[in-house]
């Protein structure tokens, strides 16, 4: 079950340029777009004000696109309303408070900034750090930037740094992704997000997916490259926590461990989605629209919906299950059937089931996607 608490996310959608791969909703980074944001947020702070009463937050976390770009005073404006209402947001650095950063924006000077307002967590979208694969991956950095991203980070004062890296990499080479691999061993990370890349619909990637998709490593290669990445992130002391997570002690995502918990959070911003009390909703994913409705007294909620039983509890348990603890079963209060489907996972070899709880075994790890459908 989740733990007692609650979320904030709040989706900046600004973005120096779109990259191939991405499937988020973002703008350019223009002045006028990012007053318009910043009214349209403090009008929708405004009306979830009623929902945060009384509740405690766990975790504060800036997405996108790439939030960095808001800058230090916009950022402290949104914190300032937050500690208003939690006037213990800072105190002993309790509250996980993310900022996702692109390696080409980041210096000492401005980490330093954020650091002050009290960002206490850097996400930093490096991806690789071989030069082929982030020319493919058209990212607006090079491997040293990266690195010097991620020591000046840890020098402005952010004790806790993660870093994505993706592999399956059209062209990418066992040897190019051990070269990634090995720059990690002195650099000062506390968490990794490891993806696999996927080509989304309506990205560029996807578009141009025929060229892209016979130099995509295969199946065997792929297997080999997730095995090199555990096997280094393990030695690192990066322990693995959920499927994509890696984790020193103490250092797992708050924020995102929300997600798999099924902790109540709300999304502020256009396109931001939101979980309050068993109900998804989602913003509409037009900025212009967001503001114009909020401005007007009318919610920018474009989707809602919320999952009957025994759908909302079989959601929770194939979600639950992407953390290696796994998920304790007499809290989710599961049907009949569902029982008779994770009896079904588990002669197949995909889920193990001890005592009162269920996980995914190391065969299941690998076929997580195929687990949940038949859950879900």
Request: hydrophobic share 40%; glycine share 6%; net charge negative.
């Amino acid at each position: 079950m989740p733990e007692i608490g609650k979320s904030l996310y709040f989706h900046i959608p600004f973005c120096s340029k779109k990259c191939p791969y991405c499937h988020f909703y973002v703008l350019p980074d223009k002045a006028p777009l990012k007053a318009l944001l910043l009214e349209g947020l403090h009008r929708e702070w405004q009306v979830q004000l009623p929902k945060l009463a009384n509740e405690e937050i766990l975790s504060v976390y800036f997405g996108g696109g790439t939030p960095f770009l808001f800058g230090p005073q916009a950022l402290s404006t949104l914190l300032n309303w937050v500690e208003k209402l939690y006037p213990t947001l800072y105190k002993e650095n309790k509250v996980e408070i993310t900022l996702e950063a692109n390696p080409e924006h980041i210096t000492y000077e401005k980490m330093k900034a954020y650091a002050d307002i009290g960002i206490n967590r850097v996400s930093i979208g490096v991806q690789s750090l071989e030069e082929s694969s982030l020319t493919l991956l058209a990212r607006g950095h090079t491997g040293t930037q990266a690195i010097d991203a991620i020591e000046n980070s840890a020098k402005a004062g952010i004790s806790n740094i993660s870093i994505d890296l993706m592999y399956d990499l059209p062209h990418q080479t066992l040897s190019s992704w051990q070269a990634t691999l090995t720059k990690l061993k002195d650099l000062p990370i506390t968490h990794l997000s490891l993806y696999n890349l996927t080509f989304e619909p309506h990205t560029l990637f996807f578009k141009n997916r025929k060229k892209l998709l016979p130099h995509v490593p295969e199946s065997e290669i792929s297997l080999h490259m997730l095995q090199m990445a555990l096997s280094t992130l393990e030695e690192l002391g990066l322990k693995r926590y959920e499927i994509s997570a890696f984790a020193k002690p103490g250092f797992k995502a708050i924020h995102n461990s929300g997600y798999w918990t099924g902790r109540s959070f709300l999304g502020y911003g256009p396109s931001a989605f939101s979980y309050w009390e068993g109900k998804r909703f989602r913003n509409i994913a037009n900025l212009t629209q967001y503001s114009a409705q909020l401005k007007e007294g009318v919610s920018p909620i474009d989707f809602e919906e919320t999952l009957p039983f025994p759908a909302n509890r079989n959601e929770l348990l194939a979600i639950g299950l992407r953390l290696l603890e796994g998920v304790y079963l007499p809290d989710l209060h599961l049907s009949p059937a569902t029982y008779e489907t994770l009896s079904q996972l588990e002669k197949k070899g995909w889920l193990l089931l001890k005592k009162d709880w269920a996980l995914l075994s190391e065969e299941g790890l690998l076929f997580y996607d195929s687990v949940a459908e038949e859950l879900i």
